[in-house]
């Protein structure tokens, strides 16, 4: 559906959630390096939990690298200096949902080098930022939302399950 690229995450159990979302949705996880945790860290299975399997990792030695493997891709920055908020933009199958550390964010020169492909969360002035799975969560979901959320179980759908 998306790619979700996480660059130089440090928290093992943001990852492990953005990958059950991944998961879930059917997005693409990026890992870009350097990783704040070993992908085989306890605390980042257990957060994915026995989802790892239905996952595409892969795994970027740096942001360049990165971006040469998405080249042509429409990518979303997120970040909270955007003027334009994340709901305003359009998602499409296979676009690129970029965040930046849990700490310090996207670096300035990258996000300064492509403003039109910036968005932000809103929320209250004095606050620094959501937590980074939320965010991926947030932006995720609107994607799919604007897309009909393709693949995913429908209204209909649940109606018919059995409880």
Known sequence: MFHVVLVEPE???NAGNIARTCAA???VLHLV????F???DKYLKRAGLDYWDLVEVRVHENLV????????VKLHLFTTKAQKRYDEAVYHRGDALVFGKETR???EE???SRP????????????RSLNLSNAVAIAVYEGLRQNGFPGLRTEGELHRLKW
């Open 116 to 127: 039109e492909d910036c968005v932000r969360i809103p929320m209250l002035d004095e606050r």
């Open 105 to 107: 964010g996207l670096e």
């Open 25 to 27: 949705t059917g997005c």
């Open 38 to 40: 070993e992908i085989s």
């Open 65 to 72: 690298e990165a971006l040469r493997a998405l080249e042509g």
């Open 33 to 36: 390096k350097p990783l704040g």
């Open 11 to 13: 928290i093992p159990q």
């Open 110 to 112: 990258f996000l300064v």
